[in-house]
């Protein structure tokens, strides 16, 4: 019997995650719950992948992002 997982895998979630976050202007508390796992994981991010966390951090620092619940 094979198994296909429905999880999308981390790197593809935090793309989908980031880029929502910045063209909507809203982040839940999912979202920065997702975003502090993400950072605090040992997973290996890209540059890229840095920089997209970052934009999402600094949005929130500087008051550019709501807070959805």
Same mark, same amino acid.
């Given at each position: 019997?094979?198994?296909?997982? @429905?999880? &999308? $895998?981390?790197?593809? &979630?935090?793309?989908? @995650? @980031? !880029? &929502?976050?910045? #063209?909507? *202007? =809203?982040? @839940? =508390? +999912? ?7 993400? +950072?605090?994981?040992? !997973?290996?991010?890209? $540059? !890229? !992948?840095? =920089? +997209? ?5 600094? =949005?929130?620092?500087? *008051? %550019?992002? #709501? %807070? +959805?619940?």
């Amino acid at each position: 019997m094979v198994f296909v997982s @429905t999880v &999308r $895998p981390l790197k593809q &979630r935090l793309q989908e @995650t @980031t !880029e &929502r976050i910045v #063209d909507s *202007g =809203r982040i @839940t =508390r +999912a979202d920065e719950d997702f975003l502090f796992h993400v +950072a605090t994981s040992d !997973e290996v991010l890209s $540059p !890229e !992948e840095i =920089r +997209a966390v970052q934009q999402v951090h600094d =949005r929130l620092r500087m *008051g %550019l992002l #709501d %807070l +959805a619940e």
